[in-house]
C-alpha cells in the first residue's frame, strides 16, 4: 500500500504540469472574456511581459561553466541540431501527407510549428541523466539549441507555412521582436548570473516554478482569445481527439526515428541516450511564448485568434514525451549498466 502511494504521489509530481494546463484550459473556456485580447488582463501586452520574463529567468538558469565543459561532443552537438531543425521539419512533411487530409486548418499550422522548436532544456537533462545518459552533452545541446532556435524556428515556421499552406509570416519584424523579447532578456540573464551564481543556484526551484506560471498563464491567454473568437465551435470533437492520436504517433515514429540514426551522432550509448532525448523532445517553456510573437505577428486576427489551436498539438506532444521518457528512462539505465 505504501508502495502504490509513493508511486502515486511520483506520478503526480512528474504530471502536475500537464494537469495544469488542462486546468487553465478549463478556466478559458468558461470565461474567456477575462484573458482575451481587449479583456481586463490585457494579454495583449502582459503576454508579451511574461515572454520576456520566461527568458531572462532561463539566461539566470543556464550554467555558464559547465555549458562550456560539454561543449568538445561536437559531433553529438551537430546531430542533435541536424535532428532537431531538419530531422524533425522533413518528418513532420512527410506524416502531414500522409494524414494532413484529416486535419484542421490551424492544427495542421500546430503540427508543422511544432517540427520547427527545439528540445526542452531541463526535461532533455533530467531524462538523460535518470537514463545514465551523458547529461553534461545533453545540457549543451538543449542550450544551444534553444539558442539557436530564437532565429530558426520562426525561419523554418515560416518557409514551411508558405510551401505547406499558402500561408505568409513577415520575418523582419518578427525577428526583431524575437531579438527584443526573447535574446536580449536570455543575454541579460547570462550577464547578470555571474554577479548572482550562489543565488540564482539557490533559486532553481522557485525559477522552475515561475517559469512555470507564466507558461500557464500565456497558455489562458491563448485559450481565452481562442474561445472568445468562437473558433473552437467550428471544430468537431473527433478533429480534436484525432490531434490527439496524432500527435502521439508522431512523437512514437518520430522518437523511433532520432533513436535509430544516434549512432551517427556517436556510437557510445549513453551519448547516443543524450542524442536522443535531445533531438526527439519538443519544448513547451520556449514554444508557448514563441508561438505568441511568431502568430501575432502574422497579417490580419485570425491566426491570433487561432493560437489555442494552433499550439494544442505541443500541448499533446509535451504531456507524451513525459509519459514515453519516463517510461524508457529506466529500460535505458538497466541497458548502460548492464
Known amino acids: ?120 532544456i531541463s526535461s532533455a537533462i533530467v531524462m538523460t541523466s535518470n537514463s545514465e545518459g551523458d547529461s553534461s552533452a545533453a545540457l549543451f545541446s538543449a542550450t544551444s539549441a534553444n539558442v539557436l532556435g530564437i532565429f530558426a524556428t520562426p525561419i523554418l515556421c515560416a518557409s514551411l507555412l508558405s510551401a505547406s499552406i499558402d500561408t505568409a509570416i513577415p520575418l523582419a519584424p518578427l525577428i526583431a521582436k524575437l531579438s527584443l523579447l526573447v535574446l536580449l532578456p536570455l543575454l541579460i540573464g547570462q550577464a547578470v548570473r555571474p554577479l548572482a551564481r550562489a543565488w540564482a543556484q539557490a533559486s532553481k526551484r522557485l525559477f522552475k516554478r515561475l517559469s512555470n506560471a507564466l507558461v500557464l498563464y500565456i497558455v489562458y491567454a491563448a485559450f481565452c482569445s481562442s474561445f472568445a473568437s468562437g473558433i473552437w465551435q467550428e471544430v468537431a470533437a473527433t478533429e480534436l481527439l484525432g490531434a490527439l492520436f496524432l500527435s502521439a504517433l508522431f512523437l512514437l515514429l518520430f522518437s523511433g526515428l532520432v533513436w535509430l540514426a544516434s549512432p551517427l551522432g556517436s556510437p557510445q550509448l549513453p551519448e547516443r541516450i543524450a542524442a536522443f532525448y535531445c533531438g526527439s523532445q519538443k519544448t513547451l517553456a520556449a514554444g508557448v511564448p514563441m508561438a505568441t510573437l511568431i502568430f501575432a505577428a502574422s497579417p490580419g486576427e485570425e491566426q491570433a485568434a487561432s493560437l489555442g489551436l494552433i499550439i494544442l498539438p505541443l500541448l499533446c506532444y509535451h504531456a507524451f514525451q513525459l509519459f514515453l521518457a519516463g517510461s524508457l528512462s529506466p529500460l535505458f539505465a538497466k541497458k548502460v549498466s548492464g
Open 1 to 120: 500500500m505504501q508502495k502504490a502511494t509513493r508511486q502515486f504521489h511520483k506520478l503526480a509530481r512528474g504530471h502536475g504540469f500537464t494537469a495544469a494546463l488542462l486546468a487553465v484550459a478549463l478556466a478559458a473556456s468558461l470565461a474567456p472574456e477575462v484573458g482575451a485580447n481587449g479583456g481586463p488582463l490585457h494579454p495583449e501586452t502582459t503576454t508579451k511581459v511574461a515572454v520576456a520574463l520566461t527568458f531572462l529567468i532561463q539566461g539566470l538558469s543556464l550554467p555558464t561553466r559547465q555549458l562550456l565543459a560539454s561543449a568538445a561532443k561536437l559531433r553529438l552537438h551537430l546531430f542533435s541540431l541536424f535532428a532537431i531543425f531538419l530531422l524533425a521539419p522533413l518528418s513532420m512533411i512527410c506524416f502531414l501527407l500522409v494524414f494532413g487530409t484529416w486535419i484542421q486548418a490551424d492544427l495542421k499550422i500546430g503540427f508543422l510549428y511544432l517540427s520547427t522548436l527545439p528540445t526542452t
